[in-house]
Every structure is written in structure tokens, then in C-alpha cells.
């Protein structure tokens, strides 16, 4: 089974510069391999795509530069492409479960930034990690991996928080349930109704949501791309974090208690999509996750 641990960084100033470059990389022959696959009769195979978006892409001039960065990660951004594109013709053929998967989009160096390395583009040291032609970035490590990593993905959030993930093989742990089964019933004033009497409250968001809006109302006044409305937008990205980190940990802790204490676990089949169209509960809706 595989599991992803991940861990935040706080890069030099070089570091920055190397991993902007790095990320500006990824993401052009991210782009380039899609506009290729959208100019031809019949999408070209992932080889296909490698060889012109990257090897013959570097001996031009408008290019050359890709070849500051590895090229493992500029690979794996191909792959990616590929595995966005299987995923939509399996969607369109009903053979995806879940919401239907549009057609791959540009990448945008707005949105957050990723890049990932394989086994041979990265190494752990001691306290830290060298990412080839990186250099060693030092995690900070709130728990051990339980096994070496077959790859990692440096993440840089819109917030500009930089993230290692690692994916890691691990054995199924079993656990001893003290209960045989519990039914839980989901709700918005009260966010979990327990079949034993136990009710469960999740975070208040109102004061981080006053602020949100506020700060996205200054954005709409805003000149487009002038500092000022860029720096408005990574404050709002901060706000988006806070608030998602809080509603993950919150989820993540009671999960992990009903899974450990329950051996069966019965949910009401709610239609969530449906509700958020409620324009008066959506918002409330959305953030109980």
C-alpha cells in the first residue's frame, strides 16, 4: 500500500531562484506537450511528446534553457499529461467512477507549482534532501518515514509555502476495534451525530470568513496584475490555507478515532453536489467538508 508524507521546507534565497526556474521548466513543457496534443489529428504518443517538447525543444534557442534543470522532472510532467489525458478518455467512456474529468488545461504561474523526481533525482542526507541540481533542502521532520521513498514532489503552494511529499511503501495496519459498529449522522449546525449519544462540533470559520471576504471584495477593485492586487492575492491564499488546514486536521483526528474505535462504520449517502446549489447553505456547506 502507498502512503504520502509530507513535510514543509524553508529554502535559501538561491534555493528559490533554482526551484522558480525549476518550476517555470515543468510547467512550459507542460504546456508545449498539450498545445502539440491539441494541433494533432491523433494524440502522439508519451515518447513522441518527450522526444519533441524536451530533447528537440532544448536545441533551440527559444528553449535552451531547459537544460539548467533535471530532466527527470520534465519527464515525469510528460507522464503526467499522459495519466490527465487517460483519465479523461476513461471519464468520457464511463469507465472512471466519480465526477466526469474535463479536458487537460494550461498550467498557470499563478496556481500552485509543482515538480516531481523519481529514484536517481533525489537523495536523503543525513537531516536532508539533495534534489539534483537543487541542491540539499533541509525538511522539517515532525515523524520518521517509515521506509525509503520511491519519489518525492516539491510543492509550492499559492500562499508560497514550499512542501516535500514523499510516497512511501507501508504494511496495512490492523487495529483492534473496541465497538462492533456505530452509525453517524452528518449535519451543518452539528457537524457529526454519533449513534452512541456523542455529538461532534466542527471549527468556527466565521472570523477567518469575514476577513476572506473582505479581502476578496479589495481584489475585485483592484488593478489587474499591479503589485498591489498580487500581493492582495497571496494574502488571500494565506486565509484559503488556514482555513483548509484547520477544517483537514479537524477531519483527519476524528476519522482516524472512529476508524480505530469502530469495526463497522454506516454513513448517510448524501447528495452533496446538489446541496451546494442551496445558494443560502452552500458556503456553510462547503466549508464542513
Not at 76 to 101: H, I, M, P
Not at 187 to 200: D, H, L, P, Q
Not at 237 to 255: G, M, P, V
Not at 258 to 267: A, P, R
Amino acid at each position: 500500500m502507498k502512503a504520502r508524507y509530507e513535510y514543509r521546507f524553508y529554502p535559501t534565497d538561491q534555493q528559490k531562484q533554482s526551484l522558480a526556474c525549476l518550476f517555470g521548466c515543468v510547467r512550459v513543457v507542460y504546456n508545449d506537450a498539450l498545445a502539440i496534443c491539441k494541433q494533432s489529428e491523433k494524440k502522439p504518443k508519451s515518447s513522441e511528446l518527450q522526444k519533441i517538447a524536451i530533447a528537440q525543444a532544448k536545441k533551440t534557442e527559444a528553449r535552451a534553457w531547459l537544460s539548467e534543470v533535471s530532466n527527470i522532472p520534465l519527464q515525469q510532467s510528460v507522464a503526467d499529461l499522459e495519466t490527465a489525458f487517460e483519465n479523461f478518455f476513461s471519464s468520457c467512456k464511463g469507465k472512471r467512477k466519480g465526477r466526469k474529468v474535463g479536458y487537460p488545461k494550461f498550467k498557470k504561474r499563478t496556481n500552485s507549482q509543482s515538480a516531481r523526481f523519481r529514484i536517481g533525482g533525489f537523495s536523503i542526507k543525513n537531516k536532508g534532501v539533495y534534489l539534483a541540481k537543487i541542491g540539499v533542502v533541509k525538511p522539517v521532520w515532525l515523524r520518521k518515514l517509515p521506509a525509503s521513498p520511491t519519489s518525492v514532489t516539491v510543492i509550492k503552494d499559492c500562499a508560497n509555502r514550499y512542501f516535500l511529499s514523499f510516497v512511501v511503501e507501508v504494511e496495512p495496519i490492523s487495529i483492534d476495534a473496541k465497538n462492533q459498529s456505530i452509525g453517524i449522522d452528518l449535519g451543518i449546525k452539528t457537524f457529526a451525530v454519533m449513534s452512541n449519544g456523542e455529538k461532534t462540533a466542527s471549527p468556527c470559520y466565521k472570523h477567518l470568513d469575514r476577513k476572506l471576504r473582505k479581502l476578496q471584495r479589495k481584489l475585485a477593485r483592484q488593478q489587474k496584475d499591479s503589485k498591489r492586487r498580487n500581493k492582495t492575492r497571496i494574502q488571500i491564499a494565506k486565509l484559503h490555507n488556514q482555513i483548509a488546514d484547520t477544517r483537514q486536521d479537524f477531519l483527519h483526528k476524528l476519522s482516524t478515532k472512529v476508524v480505530s474505535e469502530n469495526q463497522t462504520i454506516v454513513l448517510e449517502d448524501l447528495n452533496v453536489s446538489g446541496m451546494v446549489k442551496n445558494r443560502k447553505l452552500s458556503r456553510i456547506i462547503s466549508q464542513q467538508g
